[in-house]
């Protein structure tokens, strides 16, 4: 059974710094692309950034975090990051991780990130 789990989000003040994981289960994960989203309030669901799966890991972003956000994977822990710097208030949002596994997309609880001073 497929098994996402965020944590690390918080409230921080502009200019600051968080690191969210997802730790995965259930499936292959180092041959799997991962992805992060966040949904701000009211608004819709967007692609924050990817990683291919270890054999290549490539990492794309979002115009809007790019130079800001890192994406990184760990596959000794099954677990894939999203190292955040220089927040500013409109990256609040719930960030959620991604796996699509055997033609479904399986996704996290989210963690909520809230920049504010």
């Known amino acids: 059974q497929v098994h996402l789990v965020e944590s690390g989000g918080g409230l921080v003040q502009p200019g600051g710094s968080l690191r969210l994981s997802c730790a995965a289960s259930?499936?292959?994960?180092?041959?799997?692309?991962m992805r992060w989203y966040r949904q701000a309030a009211g608004k819709e669901r967007e692609l924050v950034a990817g990683?291919?799966?270890?054999?290549?890991?490539?990492?794309d972003y979002a115009d809007s975090v790019k130079g800001r956000f890192t994406i990184s994977r760990d596959n000794a822990k099954n677990t894939v990051y999203l190292q955040m710097n220089s927040l500013k208030p409109e990256d609040t949002a719930v960030y959620y991780c991604m796996a699509p596994v055997r033609r479904h997309d399986y996704w996290g609880q989210g963690t909520q990130v809230t920049v504010s001073s």
């Open positions: 990683i291919t799966s270890s054999t290549t890991s490539i990492t």
């Open positions: 259930g499936f292959f994960f180092s041959s799997t692309t």
